[in-house]
Structures are given as structure tokens and as C-alpha cells.
């Protein structure tokens, strides 16, 4: 129930499938189109097309913030919770909790 050499190298005696051998491994890995170059190509543009979207949704949430800051109202509203501006007739009292002071434990 052995198998002998003469079995194991009958396929190799066809020249055909040597043929097919070789060029299945050129192509998969020496060839400038090869599948690692495609595989790694294809990687590349699953990231940019991440990237993409990425982008354009910040795109869309800055032109939302555009609008905000294009009326008045908007522009009064950013500056008073950002840079704490007030009115003339004013006085502003920042109420800053104890959970959200940084301490070096939080750090």
C-alpha cells in the first residue's frame, strides 16, 4: 500500500501541468500585475476611500457651522460659550463642576 516515486512523479511527467505550475506561481508572485501587488493595491484603496468619507463628512459638519456662524445670532452664540465674550452691561460667571476640573489624578 506504499506509494512509490514513479506515482508521486507521474504529474510532474506531463508537460502541460508543469507548464500551468509555473506560470500559476509567476503570476502570483513575480509578475508586475501579480496578486500580492493587487492585494496590496486594493488595501490601499479601501483606506483612501475611508479616508474619503471621512473627509466629507467633515466637510458637511463644517459647512452646518458656516451656516450657524453666517447669522448674527449664531456668531453672538459662538462667542460668548468659546472665547466668553460679553455685552457692555454684562457680567459673566463661569461655574466650572468639580468633575470636570483636570487634577493630576485625572491626567
Known sequence: ???????LLKPFKNIFLLILAV????????DANSWL?????????????????????????????LKKLSSEEG???????EYYMKRDNEEIYIIEYEDSLKTKDNE
Open 75 to 81: 456668531m453672538e452664540k459662538f462667542a460668548r460659550e
Open 23 to 30: 506560470f500559476a506561481v509567476w503570476m502570483i508572485f513575480f
Open 37 to 65: 501587488i493587487h492585494h496590496e493595491l486594493n488595501t490601499e484603496i479601501d483606506d483612501l476611500e475611508n479616508e474619503k468619507e471621512y473627509y466629507q463628512k467633515e466637510i458637511e459638519k463644517d459647512k452646518k457651522d
Open 1 to 7: 500500500m506504499g506509494f512509490s516515486k514513479k506515482k
